[in-house]
Every structure is written in C-alpha cells, then in structure tokens.
C-alpha cells in the first residue's frame, strides 16, 4: 500500500495532466483548474518544510558550535526580525517605507548589490587565466568571446563590421548548439515524465 | 620567472586593482557612448508604441536587487513609456525578493504621471512556483491571486472587470534573471498563444536567440546594453529625461565598455605571454 498508493497518483494525475492538454472539454477545464489550485497549495507546505528545515539546521550548528556557526545565529535573527515586520502589521508592511521595505531597500539591496559587483573583480580575473589559445577549439571559444566583448566597444568604422559578426555568432551557431541543447532537454524531461507515470522510476518515493 | 611568464601569470590582485581603478575613473569622468540599437530591442520599443490608450500591458517581474543594474533600468523605462502613452499595466512576480523590485518601480512612476492603484495598474503580488502561477494564470488571474499585493479582492479592482486571463491583455513582457522566463515561453507563449517579449541579464541573452527566430517571443532586451538602447529609443522620444537622471543604463555603459576593454586587454597580455613563453622554451 506504501507503494501502490503513491504511484496510482502519481499515474493517474500524470495521465490526466497529459490527456486534458488535448481534450478541449468543459469538464476537463474544471479539474484543471481546480487541480492547479491544489498544486499551489501544496506548494506553499513545501515553503513552510523548507522555513522549518533552515529553521532547525541553524538551530543544529549552533547548537554544535560547528565552524562558521555565527553565521547561522543571524541568519536566525534575519529570518526572526524579517518575518515579525513583515506579518506586522498585516499587509500594510509590504508599502514603501514601512520597516520591512526599509530593511529591504536599505540592507538587502546593498548586500546583493555589493555581493554581485564583486563578481566583475572575479570575472575579469579568470578570464584573464582560462582564455588562452591553446588548442583550435579553445581558440574559436576566445575568438567568439572578444567578438562578443568588443560589440559593446565603440571602435568607429570597424564597429559595424563587428556587429555583424557579434549577430552572426548569436544567431547561427549560438542558436544552433542551443536549440540542440532545448530538443535534448525536452525529449529527456519527456521520458523522465513518462518513467515516473510507468512507475519505472520511483526515486522520488524515497530509498525503498 | 621570465617577463613572458609574468605576462601570463599576473597576480589576480593586480587585476582587480586596475579593474577597480577604471570602474571609479570611468564613474567620475563620464562620456557617451555610442549605441547601436538591435533589431530584437527596437521591436519590442515598437510595440508598446503601437499600444492605444486604455490598452493592458503585463509584466512579469521576475528579478532580485542582485540583478537590479541590468534589469530595473528597462523596468523603470517600459513603465514610463507605457504610462505616458496611458497604456494600463498589470504587474506580477514571481522571484521571491522581487516584490520590493515592482514596488520600488511602481510607487515611484505611478506618482510621477498621477497613475491610480486598480484603475490605471494593478500589482498582483507575488507567488511561489512559476510554472504553476503561469499555468493558473492562463486560466484566470485569481486562482493563483484572488487579492493583489496590497490585499484588495481582484473583483473590487475597476481595471481587472474586464480581465479574467492572457486572453484580455495585449502583451506580457518579462523581465527576469532566472529560469522562469522558460515558463513564460512554455506555458503562457506555447499553451496560451499570449504575445511575449523578454529582458534578461547580459548572460542569459545567448540562451534565448533560438525563441527569438522561432517568433516565440516578439522581442529581446539583453542585459544593460539592452536597457540602455532601450533607454536610448526612449530619451529620443522624450518619454524619459536625461535631467531627470533616468538613463541609468545609458550613463552606466561607458563603465561597462572600459572594464570590457580592460578585460579584453588582460587576455591579450596573457596570450602574448603564452606565446611567447612557448616560443622561446621550443
């Protein structure tokens, strides 16, 4: 029964979900719709799992002094401070210059601001290092990303010529090896759907 | 250590010296540059100018402050363009720290043009799993909001009589640094048939040129080149001011261009210093 219940739902929503998309019929809307209501709502148990698991990890090392512990203190109170000014007072504290907008306007955006400009420090830095031209296909990689790099460079008349070729290798071979990569994408999610609803993978059941 | 090897091996803190030295000159002493604008930009600049008063705009805004340099300028500019041109907007989002991003935007361009929350924009608010909330949406905006953001009942809103679902707006444009632009174009592009145009960070762009061609989306602002011919188109339209110091992404691409100049010369230096240091141990 552990086994046998959870795997005729999941076959018999996955069928569904598949059939209704091609039967354009009242009925079928309705269990559509109302079975993207239920998705939603299990989705929102799955935030409260996720707030309870970071909960009682942090808790956890605190507890255990493990390295790095001092960070999880505040990323409790972070979690504490930020959930009382944002339920207090009801909706109201989501509008500019409440204190929950504040600390996000004031402190958050920093943060993230900060932590991403960091990123062009790291970025020039390693290109520096990985792009060298030591093989064909490192080469054609090097090329293609000073191409890329320069269309944001004024270079006078030469800068249209660049242009070109920038468009040229966004839109033949970057598309080409992406679309290959969407196709594959899609047909391995298509048989990874159609493995779980034939009940040959069953992974997500757990390890037995 | 030979000169030819010290060429490839720079030390990185030499690297980001010089990187910060041209980001902090570059930022004092501004200058302008040049902008070729894109096809994939124009077009989607083009369709919002096509849009008659009283239209419905939607945007998905689906970005953190993180992304906020590339993505808030096309943002505040798609805004303005649209409210000038009294197109009505209906706004959603669907990146757990973007909610304030919408909020920053709209409570600001709402003021500057006198817009009213529920008659000339509705903000819908945020909610978890994409895929899902695009899916619902395609249904009826209030399966997955039946209040907006700031806990008005979706039915009591003067603006959303008249829409249930994709069908009652003219166009959805994303706006987003993540993976939920592959919803927009799967579910409510691929299952709605709703017209989408997106903008995305710099990195993403490349990944998103095959639905450009296949016309699942109309448009494409890539990054903060993107914002700033957005910018650009818009400034020369007189939607947006450069006294009013709302090029952000205009004033932000020379910065841009030294650090990839200098980026692009680093690599060189490490190359002829490859070279040559392979050149001269054969």
């Known amino acids: 029964m552990r086994k046998t219940l959870p795997f005729a739902i999941v076959t018999g929503v996955g069928f569904f979900m598949l059939v209704q998309y091609f039967v354009p019929r009242e009925e079928f809307e309705i269990i559509y719709e109302w079975s993207l209501d239920w998705i939603i709502v299990i989705g929102c148990f799955a ?28 990323a409790l109170i972070g979690l504490i401070f930020m959930l009382i000014v944002g339920l207090y007072p009801g909706q109201a504290s989501l509008v500019k210059g409440s204190i929950f907008m504040l600390f996000f306007e004031y402190i958050y955006i920093p943060i993230q601001a900060t932590m991403f400009s960091l990123l062009a420090f790291y970025i020039a830095s390693a290109a520096y290092r990985a792009f060298r031209a030591r093989t064909i296909l490192a080469t054609i990689l090097l090329v293609s990303a000073l191409i890329i790099m320069l269309r944001l460079v004024p270079l006078g008349p030469l800068s249209s010529v660049n242009q070109w070729l920038a468009n040229f290798i966004l839109t033949v071979p970057n598309m080409a090896a992406k679309r290959a990569f969407w196709i594959g994408v899609g047909l391995g999610a298509t048989a990874t759907a159609l493995k779980i609803m034939l009940g040959i993978e069953r992974t997500y059941m757990g390890r037995d | 250590m030979s000169f030819y090897e010290q060429m ?4 990185r803190r030499w690297v980001y010296l010089i990187i910060g030295i041209v980001v902090v000159i570059t930022a004092i002493v501004p200058f302008d540059v040049p902008l070729y604008v894109t096809p994939e930009v124009q077009s989607v600049y083009d369709f ?111 603006m959303m009589r008249s829409i249930t679902n994709y069908d009652n707006v003219r166009a959805i444009l994303n706006i987003s640094a993540g993976s939920s632009t592959e919803y927009w174009i799967n579910y409510a592009n691929g299952r709605y048939n709703a017209l989408l145009a997106i903008g995305v960070t710099g990195v993403m762009t490349s990944d998103y040129y095959p639905f450009l061609q296949s016309r699942q989306i109309f448009g494409l602002i890539g990054g903060m080149k993107g914002a700033a011919e957005y910018e650009y188109l818009a400034e020369k339209d007189g939607y947006i001011s450069k006294k009013k110091d709302q090029l952000s992404a205009y004033k932000s691409m020379p910065i841009q261009t030294t650090t990839h100049v200098v980026v692009i010369l680093f690599i060189v230096i490490g190359n002829i210093g490859y070279f040559m240091s392979k050149k001269k141990n054969s």
């Open chain 2, 8 to 11: 490839m091996n720079l030390d």
């Open chain 2, 48 to 158: 919002v100018e096509s849009l008659n008063s009283g239209d419905i705009l939607m945007i998905g805004v689906d970005y953190a402050p993180e992304a906020m340099a590339e993505l808030h300028p096309m943002m505040y500019a798609i805004t303005r363009q649209a409210f000038k041109r009294d197109v009505k907007l209906l706004l959603c989002c669907l990146h757990q720290n973007g909610p304030g991003m919408v909020e920053q935007v709209i409570s600001q361009v709402s003021k500057e043009y006198n817009k009213v929350n529920g008659m000339d924009y509705v903000y819908l608010g945020y909610k978890p799993y994409p895929a899902i909330t695009i899916l619902a949406m395609g249904q009826n905006f209030r399966i997955p909001f039946p209040e907006d953001y700031y806990g008005t009942p979706l039915d009591s809103l003067t």
């Open chain 1, 47 to 74: 935030m409260l799992l996720g707030l309870w698991s970071l909960t009682m990890a942090s808790i956890h090392k605190v507890q255990r002094k493990t390295p790095g512990w001092g960070y999880s203190v505040i």
